[in-house]
């Protein structure tokens, strides 16, 4: 009886580098191939965002540059009414929060995970956009306590993750560790 049909991995090539073999007995260099062929859509797929992305803020801010001069030289001269306020600072914080999410794909891009404080900022942004341009007449009052509870939950989410992440590392979200890089083993 030969032996070798009765190992793990027979009739399998395996790659001399890694032994190693997966439960199903197929070595593992297969799915090296798959994970570079996921990273390599992943990172097109990122790419495509960080472009797209730049061109929405990028004509978000022509947009709002343009409804402020509009604004501005519209009578009475010089002088922005409450409505008027109220689309510039809509479309201010519509441009903040298409910063903040570049700079979360920026950050994936750079570290390969999404930050929780990142999320919860935009997310924070994105919901006082509402609140400041929100007619209150138009809501009721339970919906306007569920936009209020959403504030809350969210800044005190934020204000927990700042400090926790403060507590762990002794640095806030824009302060990072230089790299480390292990020790060479002796063995």
């Known amino acids: 009886?030969?032996?070798?049909?009765?190992e793990p991995g027979a009739g399998h090539p395996i790659d001399p580098a890694s032994s190693t073999l997966r439960p199903d007995g197929a070595p593992i260099a297969q799915d090296n191939r798959l994970l570079r062929a996921v990273q390599l859509v992943e990172r097109g797929v990122v790419g495509s965002l960080v472009v797209m992305m730049m061109l929405v803020i990028a004509l978000s801010t022509i947009e709002l540059a343009w409804t402020l001069a509009r604004d501005i030289v519209s009578p009475p001269l010089l002088v922005l009414e409450v409505d008027e306020l109220l689309d510039v600072f809509g479309l201010f914080l519509l441009v903040l929060i298409g910063v903040e999410l570049l700079e979360t794909t920026k950050m994936y891009v750079k570290q390969g995970v999404v930050h929780l404080e990142v999320i919860l900022e935009v997310a924070l942004i994105a919901i006082a956009r509402k609140v400041i341009v929100l007619d209150v007449s138009k809501y009721s009052s339970a919906t306007l306590f569920g936009i209020a509870a959403l504030v809350a939950a969210l800044?005190?989410?934020?204000?927990?993750?700042?400090?926790?992440g403060r507590d762990d590392h002794g640095r806030g979200r824009g302060d990072r560790a230089p790299a480390q890089r292990s020790a060479p083993s002796t063995s």
């Open 1 to 6: 009886m030969d032996d070798s049909a009765q």
């Open 155 to 164: 800044s005190i989410g934020l204000h927990v993750r700042m400090r926790r």
